[in-house]
């Protein structure tokens, strides 16, 4: 159910994304577009490659957090070519999660300041892969992924019950999916609200040089509070390690 629920998401994101013929165009220039971009900035993506530590440091998610240096703990993971980096401190907070469609439970959760995807992209990509997609995006999504749902069933690889119940959630996760742009921040930012199976995130979208990266906060049971903190460490990241 996991595979089809992502393969069922996945095609919704690339297909909002990039539209009809556009698709094939949009992937092949990119690759052109990008090394312009990195011609006119000093800013390379590679140059953190194995080391985004040194972009999203112990003393600044410290600082950020309030939090004791000494007893945070430091996470670190890769998929593929991305990267993700995390600082934890334990906390007494507890978030309620959707298990099963109308039953919550109580999971406990840590203070957390995180950074990840740090990549390098043009600014017209960065705005197209971060905004709020049009009902024509959302209904050609939709198609894109009844007619994955359909293939699945036929070829066995999943039942028509859960293909659907895949679906019904995928859609779901579509509807709380949110940009907000952030003023005065790198480039240009914006925070993107998304949910699925009853987990919500928001994260910090940030490009700056044909650099972009993703903060994610969670210190308070206050959005308004994580969105400062986020904003915070996305500066200071900017101006302490990019400039």
Known sequence: ??????????????????????????????????????EATSLKAEDFKGKIDELLTLEIAAQVSGLPATEAEKKYSKFSSLENLKYEWNSN??????????????????????????????LEQFKHDYHNPTAEEIKKAEEA?????????????????????????????????????V???GTYS????????GVTTRDLKVFYKGLSFTIRV?????????????????KMIIDQKLK
């Open 93 to 122: 907070r507890t978030k309620k999660i959707e298990f099963m469609k109308g039953k919550f439970i109580e999971a406990p959760i840590k203070n957390t300041i995180e950074l990840s995807w740090v990549k390098n992209t043009t």
């Open 183 to 185: 003023p005065n921040l």
């Open 145 to 181: 992924m009844n007619k994955k749902m359909t293939e699945l069933n036929a070829e066995g690889k999943t039942t028509e019950e859960q293909a659907e119940t895949a679906s019904n959630v995928a859609k779901e996760s579509i509807s709380k999916f949110k940009v907000e742009e």
């Open 190 to 197: 914006v925070f993107v609200d998304s949910g699925i199976m």
């Open 1 to 38: 159910m996991k595979t089809i629920l992502i393969a069922l998401t996945s095609i919704f994101l690339f297909a909002f994304s990039c539209e009809g013929d556009k698709k094939t165009e949009q992937l092949n220039g990119l690759e052109t577009e990008v090394i312009e971009s990195l």
């Open 218 to 234: 969670d210190l308070s049971d206050d959005v308004q509070s994580n969105d400062k903190k986020a904003i915070e460490t996305a």
